[in-house]
């Protein structure tokens, strides 16, 4: 990948599914780049923060079985009736992917729910339906997240995390680096792409791809 991707704040409204908010993060130009980089037809793409279904949707459109977790039945519903086989989309708890995913996974693909280190009482991965949100624990299980992630993932396969750094009034939350260094506990990070927007999306600073690799044994 490109070090830098110019994308525009026109294609994400533009692209995004009738029927969903503003929770969706993905151009599907962009996730149809990186499908395109780090799988091949027939491989399997893995979405464990399934959301809207950006990435499950245009993976399966590239040839690729897409499957996919979504704590939210609603939205995990959603993404079943965007894909001809909604079979491998589960309504569960990421934080259960051992569970609920089998390998081998060619590639994760990702937008994980947001945090900021401050002023922050609901907990992402709660879906945002709980007020008990702390940033470091939010972080430790992020980590286990794709730890789990890695221990499905074949050799040399990929995870592509898009992550930004969250700007408030008060401070720059960096998140993205603090995700990175998080995630390469278990994956090495091979790349980083900043994704240079047209317009400034609200509340993000840096915005990025980080590109992790699980070594070949
Ligand atoms: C930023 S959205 C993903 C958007 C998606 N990339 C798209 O473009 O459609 C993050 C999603 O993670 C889900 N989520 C939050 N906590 C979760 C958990 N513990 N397990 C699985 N999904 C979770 C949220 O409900 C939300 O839909």
Redesign the pocket.
Same mark, same amino acid.
Do not use: C, Q
């Given at each position: 990948m490109k070090p830098w991707l110019q994308l525009k704040i026109a294609d994400l409204v533009g692209q995004r599914p009738a029927g *969903?908010d503003h #929770? +969706?993060?993905?151009t599907e130009s962009l996730v149809e780049d990186i499908v395109a980089e780090y799988s091949s037809p027939s491989d399997v793409v893995l979405? @464990?923060?399934?959301? =809207?279904? &950006? &990435?499950l949707v245009v993976a399966e459109r590239m040839g690729r079985v897409a499957i996919g +977790?979504?704590?939210?039945d609603s %939205?995990a519903g959603f993404v079943r009736s965007r894909l001809a086989n909604p079979a491998q989309v589960v309504t569960? #708890?990421? %934080?259960r992917l051992k569970d609920l995913v089998q390998g081998p996974v060619d590639l994760c693909l &990702? *937008? @994980? @729910? =947001?945090m900021t280190a401050v002023d922050h009482p609901q907990n @992402?991965? $709660?879906? =945002?339906q709980t007020l008990d949100g702390d940033y470091g624990r939010y972080l430790d299980?992020m980590g286990d997240?794709f730890r789990q992630v890695a221990d499905v993932l074949r050799p040399g396969g990929h995870v592509v995390i $898009?992550v930004a750094n969250l700007a408030t009034q008060a401070a720059i939350t960096p998140l993205a680096w603090d995700m990175a260094r998080t995630v390469s506990s278990h994956l090495t990070l091979r790349h980083e792409v900043f994704l240079c927007w047209d317009q400034q999306p609200a509340g993000i600073s840096g915005d990025y791809c980080l590109v992790f690799q699980r070594p070949t044994e």
């Open positions: *969903s #929770d +969706v993060h993905f979405d @464990p923060f399934a959301g =809207y279904g &950006t &990435t +977790v979504e704590m939210l %939205r569960g #708890d990421a %934080r &990702t *937008s @994980p @729910p =947001y @992402p991965l $709660n879906a =945002y299980e997240i $898009n």
